[in-house]
């Protein structure tokens, strides 16, 4: 009966609704079930008392459902007033009801009371069923005096021990709740921060995809537009870089999308034809660099390009950052420099290191840019576990990147 009004209950209205609903219902039928008891004179006694009237086991009983009332609100007081009914009770010779409903002010407080109170009622009804069966082999001098120990046990022990279980059940699935909560946090924490990361590195994509091309085609669009005088064959030049720039970009920006765009892919190498994993290294965009150089070099950008070692197949994450690092260090020659640079590959053993030199222009004038590209460089650089740098060097602006590539390219 217990568990099944712990799991709840529906209530008619007049009852109320929530828990105060709950123990108000089990003290009514608590009292009812009592009532019945009394009316039909079933007071089996402890100790008979033939001229106790029997209307005076009406208020214990009644305190007994107060207390069964009580159970949430007051636990202690719950306890002390149907430990006080039940002594009442008993003193008055012991009725069936009021022990029955006793049973029920024990599990409660066992389960809706302080861990002080339920530890202390352990030790209490231990204590008192081996009284009580000392007690009762003394009485009676015989071995079946143990009984009343066993009463002690049933009515006492049984109900705190049943309590203490149910408590120790309600702990531990609160506990896993709280655990469940806080993986669940901790998932939505981790899911945030990927898509953070995934936000930014999208935003480096398209910066280099987008910035760089656009800023050869504001070049070549603001020259034509201050020079006055322009012959056809200029304009026609101009106009011609403008549009391989904006083709390459929306290419390149149809070539990320679609990637982004592909179903299934979740970081990993994507699968061969056998159903193996593609190998790592693959080389893509860093061959690329010489139709990169011809772009720039139209826009206007006099590059010296110097290669140094045998060049061989990247990690793809590397070839990438090289080829993108590579872009926007030439964009920003082109956009703050004085139309040269000097560009040097250099494929070691264990490394590719790129060097991007070029003259800066003393008066500010250029194109002005959000400082977007150095970060990005940086931060490519430093997923890879590479080493950066940006910066003057020698009375000209220098880009250095060193991407490990591991031994035996």
Known sequence: MRLWWDRGMRLPPWLGSGTRGRDLALAGVSLAGGLVLWTLGWQPQIRPHPDVPAVLFLPPLLAMCVAVGLRLVAPRASLAVGTTAVVVD???GGSLGAILIYT????????????RLW??????TIGLSVVGAIVGVVLTDQWSGVAVGVLVVLVGLLPVLTGISVRQYRDQAAAERARAEQTARLVELDRRQAVSAERARMARELHDVVANHLSAVAIHATAVLSVPGLDRDQVESALRVIRESSVQGLAEMRQMIEVLREPGTGGGPPPGGDGT???ELVSA???ETDELVERVRAAGLAVRVRTDGAPGPLPVGVDLAAYRIVQESLTNALKHG???ADLTIA????????TVENPVNRDGAGLPGAGAGLI???????????????GPHDGRWQVRAALPIGEGR
């Open 376 to 390: 990005g460089m940086r931060e490519r650089a430093t997923l890879l576990a590479g080493r950066f740098s940006a």
């Open 90 to 92: 008993i003193a008055l």
């Open 347 to 354: 494929y070691r053993p264990a490394e590719v290191v790129l």
């Open 277 to 279: 994993a593609v190998p």
């Open 104 to 115: 029920q002010v024990l599990y409660d407080a066992c389960v809706y009371g302080p861990p």
């Open 119 to 124: 530890r202390w009622l352990l030790r209490a």
């Open 285 to 287: 965009r860093l061959a």
């Open 338 to 340: 004085t139309g040269e």
